[in-house]
């Protein structure tokens, strides 16, 4: 897949949408001697879009995705605008980080992202249905049917009433795909979503998301350190190059795209 034409500065590109359009971008990590700098000095997602960011460990995917769902604060940025729907507005997400919007972006984040983690993050009290249903619960929305639905395609709709720990790690991770997707975001980050699985079942797995996503045209990132199968599900890799000091004080990730 071929990245986006260059912007035109409005947001929009051809007839593509953005929905993410970062520019100069710059989150530095310090702990005990050793720094980590990533850097971004131009990145644009259009809506729809299937992109991803493939890695070694340490180089900073998910320090990436965590500034791309609004949960880190960027160090420095040019801009940072996120369009939470065709025929909205770019919001200016450096502008509400700089004036402590912190609830503007809270209320983004539950609104129109999905987050799948690697380890699932199910709340173990709560049933399969509750925890796929958690997501709409907290923006109030009404059943219409789609985590039943999601539910059946997913393959785990004998599991609905059980508690998570009933259920073997990939069905888990199944479980968490549906809470990501259930409340129709636009957006959905997956950080290494089936990194515990065998790769049988990954790949299964992997599949089924990019088939549904496809389905609901929600715009996917997904990180992971090792995906063999990736080129097969036709995503855009992002571009990116790590640097490191001899002395190890410094690694700089750099990502375009
Ligand atoms: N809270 C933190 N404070 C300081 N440094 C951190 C913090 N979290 C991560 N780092 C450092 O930032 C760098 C990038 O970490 P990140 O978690 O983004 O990597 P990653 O590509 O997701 O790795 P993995 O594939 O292992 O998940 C690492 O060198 C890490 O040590
Ligand atoms: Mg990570």
Known sequence: MTAPEVSTGNGLTGDKVLIYHLRDVVKTREAEGTAFRLRVPSLQIALGEKIALIGESGCGKSTLLDMLSMTLKPSETGSFRFRSEKGAEPVDISGLWRKRQLNRLGDLRRLRIGYVMQTGGLLPYLTVRENINL???????????????????????????????????????????????????????????????????????????????????????????????????????????????????????????
Do not use: C, Y
């Open 135 to 257: 997501s709409r619960r907290l923006l109030d929305m009404p059943n219409d049917g789609l985590v039943d639905e999601l539910a059946g395609d997913l393959g785990i709709r004998r599991h609905l009433d059980k508690l998570p720990h009933l259920l073997s790690v990939g069905e888990r991770q199944r479980v968490a795909i549906g809470r990501a997707l259930a409340h129709r975001p636009s957006i959905v980050i997956a950080d290494e979503p089936t990194a515990s699985l065998d790769p049988i079942a990954a790949e299964r797995i992997m599949s089924l998301f990019i088939e549904l996503v496809d389905e609901l045209h929600i715009t996917v990132i997904l990180a992971s350190h090792a995906w063999r199968h990736i080129n097969r599900l036709g995503l855009r890799h992002l571009e990116h190059h790590t640097r490191r000091e001899e002395d190890g004080s410094m690694t700089e990730t750099v990502v375009t795209g």
